[in-house]
């Protein structure tokens, strides 16, 4: 495991606990087990962009504990492959698509996105990824091997919270940085890159608005709840999640780190060699 992602192993181990189950109703309204910036509304609008049908294979990068890839498998009725490093995540999102009815639709596997994907060439036919690109080392090359594992035409939509915008200083570089390795980004970067790859641009999108709104409901709720946080994480824990939702929140509403949303079609016959 990529020792910097740790942040969210800790963190997912009290995922569908009552208590974070309470926060986030509290905190998103509609609670769809996301651990991102996404929302059900938003999601449900973006999923119409991947021209899903009950016969697609969707694979999740990033996929966390499964709350979006399962809501999208619920709406559309298509099978579903999560990716993700931490076990944590893994172990909640098989207990949750179970919960559902869903296990025979999900496939799940622990590893590691900046290696080289174990799945064969043009095994999917849309590819998503929710504000986890900016966790990883060479997004580039993984954008390769996204095109290579998409059947030609396939679809790549993901989120990235993490562009820069605006001046940020080290400090909250710093906050923000909390669950690990984070890059962020200059605008254009992510769009040259799916490029090289072998994508062809469909749509970018400004979704920074979805960050504000779950972030300020998170922490609203957060410290609604402050007493029995504390009692299951700690204090400094609690101090470390406050201190890095109020630079989200600070960021977004300067517009200085943008969260864009990406949706890009894999060129015929541009298959990258693995
Ligand atoms: C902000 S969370 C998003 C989770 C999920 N997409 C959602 O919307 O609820 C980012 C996820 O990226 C995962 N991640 C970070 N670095 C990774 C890596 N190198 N390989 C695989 N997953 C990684 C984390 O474990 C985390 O679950």
């Known amino acids: 495991m990529d020792p910097d992602a740790r942040g ?5 181990r009290h995922f569908d606990s009552p208590l974070m189950q309470q926060i986030r109703r509290e905190a998103y309204g509609e609670d769809i087990g996301q651990h991102s910036w996404v929302t059900a509304e938003e999601l449900r609008a973006d999923v119409s962009l991947l021209e899903l049908s009950p016969s697609s294979r969707l694979l999740d990068l990033g996929c966390g504990p499964c709350g979006p890839l399962t809501f999208v498998i619920g709406l559309v009725g ?8 931490s076990r944590s995540a893994i172990a909640a999102g098989r207990a949750h698509a179970a919960s559902l009815g869903l296990a025979g639709s999900i ?3 622990q590893l590691d996105l900046n290696e080289l994907l174990p799945f064969a060439s043009g095994a999917f036919d849309a590819v998503m990824s929710l504000d986890a ?3 990883l080392r060479d997004r ?3 954008f390769r091997e996204v095109a290579r594992v998409l059947a030609p035409g396939g679809r790549f939509l993901f989120t990235d919270a993490g562009v820069i915008t605006g001046p940020i200083s ?4 710093q906050s923000r940085a909390i669950h690990g390795y984070t890059q962020f980004v200059p605008p254009g970067f992510n769009e040259r890159a799916l490029e090289v790859a072998g994508f062809r641009l469909q749509k970018v999108e400004d979704q920074t608005a979805s960050a504000l709104k779950n972030a300020a409901g998170r922490l609203a709720a957060s410290l609604a709840h402050r007493a029995e946080l504390v009692a299951l994480e700690g204090a400094a ?3 470390r999640q406050r201190s890095y939702l109020e630079v989200v929140i600070g960021l977004a509403r300067r517009g200085t780190l943008s969260r864009m949303m990406y949706l890009a079609e894999a060129e015929a016959g541009a298959r990258p060699p693995r």
């Open 107 to 109: 496939a799940l596997h």
């Open 140 to 142: 580039s090359s993984t």
């Open 133 to 135: 690109v900016l966790h």
């Open 8 to 12: 969210y192993d800790d963190f997912y």
């Open 170 to 173: 080290n400090v909250e570089a």
């Open 78 to 85: 298509c099978q579903g492959t999560g990716a993700d490093v």
């Open 237 to 239: 824990s609690f101090e």
